[in-house]
């Protein structure tokens, strides 16, 4: 076993959510202690289920922008993980300043009590979002930074902030720019969101699939598995200061995805704001890191489809309260 095998004290902020608990299961079945802190806003100890009664498991509810409380819960954690945030797209758009508090003073407040903890590695969640409508495809990381929308806007300057601190304090730490993460857990109750979670629902209750658009656009949809191993592969390499794509490899049409959960669909309209692709350049990763992905669409929505029992009870959208959810989204990205 290498030192960076060995087991170490990691930290999950946001590790009841859903990329979250799979990064926890993963950690642990590494070997490594976690502590888990998470003030279940949009989370939920469900997702822990698994993995709940875990001797090397423990979970508090704190929220990451209130730093003289997170910060012993800190005390000897070795590697920091950093996924807490509020990750909607259409909510940043009414309460930017509740999006700036989590995911700017948030992520501020888990670089200090990192660095007071003398953590040895900080991995953050950032968003591919941070591109915009981006003109190079397959996008590298050196393309121009267009956030569209608050959300956007305030993963990239917690991105900003992870790479100052490498750079002026010196603290060991790399942003990963995740593409469309999709798979089981994934969210299912409040906004209107990521495709996957307004599918599935639509699909348990025997309703039209809403494509927007004409549904020839395309994403970059990565499983949750393979965004799990990028954090504990970027935790242990050596590289710091640097920003990477976290991407499937490829890109899929949102028509693919219905035609491979199988059902009817209706369209609404195109949003203002929204990329007609996206699709990571995942060179920089592959070579820097020794990252690849693994799964591929088909199986990762056929895991999903195993697993479709979990958006039961979850909203099911419509073109007119799809409509009334994204009326800020026309009104201000127009
Ligand atoms: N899902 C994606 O496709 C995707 C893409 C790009 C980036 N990301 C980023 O990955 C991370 C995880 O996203 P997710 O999809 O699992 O979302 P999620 O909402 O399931 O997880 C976010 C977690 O953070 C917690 N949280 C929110 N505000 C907090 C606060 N102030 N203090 C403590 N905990 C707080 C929530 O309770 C939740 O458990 C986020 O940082 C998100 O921006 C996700």
């Not at 989590?102 to 990192?114: F, I, K, R, S």
């Not at 999709?182 to 309703?207: E, I």
């Not at 965004?227 to 049409?253: I, K, L, M, R």
């Not at 820097?288 to 958006?311: C, T, Y």
Request: aromatic share 10%; proline share 5%; net charge neutral.
């Amino acid at each position: 076993m290498t030192a960076a095998q060995a087991p170490k004290r990691t930290l999950v902020t946001g590790g009841a959510g859903f990329i979250g608990s799979h990064l926890v299961e993963r950690l642990l079945d590494d070997g490594h202690h976690v502590t888990v802190v998470d003030d279940l806003s949009t989370g939920r100890l469900e997702n822990l289920a698994a993995v709940r009664a875990h001797p090397r498991l423990s979970v508090r509810r704190a929220d990451v922008a209130r730093v003289e409380e997170i910060r012993p819960l800190f005390a000897g954690a070795e590697w920091v993980f950093h996924l807490a945030a509020l990750a909607d797209v259409v909510p940043s758009i009414a309460e930017p300043l509740k999006y700036h508090r989590a995911n700017v003073d948030g992520t501020a407040a888990v670089l200090e009590a990192a660095r007071a903890a003398g953590a040895k590695r900080l991995v953050y969640a950032a968003s591919s979002s941070c591109y915009g409508l981006a003109e190079t495809l397959p996008t590298p990381e050196s393309a121009p930074m267009r956030p569209m929308y608050p959300y956007a806007l305030t993963k990239w300057i917690g991105e900003q902030y992870v790479l100052h601190w490498a750079r002026t304090y010196k603290l060991s730490a790399v942003s990963l720019r995740l593409f469309n993460v999709y798979g089981p857990r994934a969210r299912t109750a409040g906004t209107y969101g990521a495709v996957f979670g307004v599918f599935l629902a639509q699909k348990l209750a025997g309703k039209p699939f809403t494509v927007v658009g004409d549904g020839e656009q395309t994403r970059d949809f990565t499983y949750v598995a393979d965004a799990a191993d990028a954090f504990a592969a970027a935790a242990a390499c050596d590289a710091s200061g640097e920003a990477f794509n976290v991407g499937s490899g490829s890109t899929y049409s949102v028509n693919e995805l219905v035609r491979l959960l199988g059902g009817p669909a209706v369209r609404v309209p195109k949003r203002p704001g929204e990329p007609d692709a996206t699709f990571a350049d995942i060179s920089r990763i592959k070579a820097r890191v020794g990252w690849s992905p693994k799964v591929g669409f088909a199986e990762g929505v056929a895991r999903v489809l195993e697993n479709i029992e979990q958006w039961r009870g979850a909203p099911v959208w419509d073109a007119g309260a799809i409509r009334e959810a994204t009326k800020e989204w026309f009104q201000y990205l127009s």
